[in-house]
């Protein structure tokens, strides 16, 4: 059965850090292209990283750039996202998902999570 779950989330200050991860199964990991995903509440999901098989090339959000940093483990089919310096604008539900291209864009994956709550607040 394919699957992505998420956990890492939870609550945390403002200017603190949260490890997201990601563990996939049911499909080739090593295939694909991860990507995090956040939708905050009321608002549209966004793209905020992505990374591609084989290379290892990184996007990233202009939002999150030089705050958060994506990697991957290809041996335990798990992705993460190391977010550090949090804002209370980073509050959303954070969503890992698998595709076949590098983009930030949502219609390119089709594999998802069930998410992940962030929230940022003092």
């Known amino acids: 059965q394919v699957a992505l779950v998420e956990s890492g989330g939870g609550l945390v200050q403002p200017g603190g850090s949260l490890r997201l991860s990601c563990v996939a199964s049911?499909?080739?990991?090593?295939?694909?292209?991860l990507a995090w995903f956040r939708q905050a509440p009321g608002k549209e999901r966004e793209g905020v990283s992505c990374?591609?098989?084989?290379?290892?090339?990184?996007y990233y959000a202009d939002s999150v750039k030089g705050r958060f940093t994506i990697s991957r483990d290809n041996a335990k089919n798990t992705v993460y996202l190391q977010m550090n310096n949090l804002e209370p604008e980073d509050t959303a539900v954070y969503y890992c998902?698998?595709?076949?291209?590098?983009?930030?864009?949502?219609?390119?994956?089709?594999?998802w999570g069930q998410g992940t709550e962030v929230t940022v607040s003092s």
């Open positions: 049911g499909f080739r990991f090593g295939y694909f292209t």
């Open positions: 990374i591609m098989t084989g290379t290892g090339i990184t």
């Open positions: 998902a698998a595709g076949l291209h590098a983009s930030l864009m949502s219609s390119q994956f089709n594999i």
